[in-house]
């Protein structure tokens, strides 16, 4: 068994999330490649790999973590939302020139200096800043 997939078990079993097999391939592979990917990117890779796992149960399995807080989602507000196996804590730039989406590292102290703000109950946060990033600003 590969490390990724092992990886993939011990997330399943943290989350209390059923590992089915199907799940286990998403799994793997959201793991094993940092990124930040639509639930269709997600989609067309995962079937570039396993072709026999079919959309639903693809989009299925990034809804469910979503839901359970093992992937980020990240909105960018032009209608994609995409999806961050990242663990340690991070905020996110959008570029609106190259639609590139990149991580801020914000180190833990600050984070949680700012959770301390927010209500008690609160399950999902996403800190997102906009704007046009270095290499389009040089171009432009
Ligand atoms: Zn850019
Ligand atoms: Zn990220």
Do not use: W
């Amino acid at each position: 068994m590969s490390k990724a997939y092992l990886n993939a078990l011990e997330v399943c079993h943290t989350h209390g999330i059923r590992p089915s097999h199907q799940r286990l391939n998403v799994i793997e592979f959201l793991l094993s490649v940092p990124g930040h990917f639509s639930a269709e990117e997600i989609c067309e890779k995962v079937q570039r790999k396993s072709p026999l796992l079919c959309r639903t149960t693809v989009y299925n399995t990034v809804r469910l973590l979503a839901e359970k807080g093992v992937l980020k989602t990240i909105d960018t507000g032009n209608g994609t939302t995409c999806f961050d196996a990242t663990q340690r804590p991070h905020a996110h730039f959008y570029c609106t020139h190259c639609k590139k989406i990149m991580d801020i590292d914000i180190d833990e102290q600050t984070i949680s200096m700012i959770d301390a703000f927010a209500p008690r109950r609160t399950t999902h946060t996403s800190l997102i800043y906009h704007g046009v990033c270095d290499d389009c600003n040089n171009e432009i």
